[in-house]
Antibody
Framework: EVQLVESGGGLVKPGGSLRLSCAAS????????MSWVRQAPGKGLEWVGR??????????EYAAPVKGRFTVSRDDSKNTQYLEMNSLRSEDTAVYYC?????????????????WGQGTLVTVSS | DIQMTQSPSSLSASVGDRVTITCRAS??????LNWYQQKPGKAPKLLIY???SLRSGVPSRFSGGGSGTDFSLTISSLQPEDFATYYC????????FGQGTKVEIK
């Protein structure tokens, strides 16, 4: 059974930093592409960032609102994905979900978030 | 960024009703379109990918259609466990979600 367990959320002051972790099990983590999605209280979903497997280059990409402030990384020896968040703002307040970045090929490549963790709440407030 | 607009934002329906939610993209996204279901306090779940492919394990009463800029999610016979919020997502360019459609009990 695929399990994704986030941790590291909490209350942080504007301008502060936080690192989220996502412990994965039930699948071959080193081959998985991973991602982070967030949801502000009472709002919709927003993709944050993603990372490919090391064998596929380990490249990362970010949404515009977090680019330059957030960093996605992975430690395959620990089956863990990370989200390092710096220069936090009030608008970063959200539940942060760890997801697997699934893909399907039929001549074209289709991507989706197929497994999700339960989420961890980050509150940015003074 | 490509904007995704869902309609309606909310709807009330009864068990057994046929329900259709639409999602419109601000420019063509071909069929790079996914649908998710989210229940209160829970993580979203993938229902449909590539506009019309049903994820394994998802009941066949869910179906997706469309291409280009206009898409739909249809629930053929609404069940009690289907009351939730539904989101579309495009993965054609810089992935973005619709604002969500809340399906409530009438």
């Amino acid at each position: 059974e695929v399990q994704l367990v986030e941790s590291g959320g909490g209350l942080v002051k504007p301008g502060g930093s936080l690192r989220l972790s996502c412990a994965a099990s039930g699948f071959t983590f080193s081959k998985a592409w991973m991602s982070w999605v967030r949801q502000a209280p009472g709002k919709g979903l927003e993709w944050v960032g993603r990372i490919k497997s090391k064998t596929d280059g380990g490249t990362t990409e970010y949404a515009a609102p977090v680019k330059g402030r957030f960093t996605v990384s992975r430690d395959d020896s620990k089956n863990t994905q990370y989200l390092e968040m710096n220069s936090l703002r009030s608008e970063d307040t959200a539940v942060y979900y760890c997801t697997t970045w699934g893909r399907y090929y039929d001549g074209s490549a289709y991507y989706f978030f197929d497994y999700w963790g339960q989420g961890t709440l980050v509150t940015v407030s003074s | 960024d490509i904007q995704m607009t869902q309609s309606p934002s909310s709807l009330s329906a009864s068990v057994g009703d046929r329900v259709t939610i639409t999602c419109r993209a601000s420019q063509s996204v071909s069929n790079y379109l996914n649908w998710y279901q989210q229940k209160p306090g829970k993580a979203p779940k993938l229902l449909i990918y590539a506009a019309s492919s049903l994820r394994s394990g998802v009941p066949s009463r869910f179906s997706g259609g469309g291409s280009g800029t206009d898409f739909s999610l249809t629930i053929s016979s609404l069940q009690p466990e289907d009351f939730a919020t539904y989101y579309c997502q495009q993965t054609y360019s810089t992935w973005t979600f619709g604002q969500g459609t809340k399906v409530e009990i009438k």
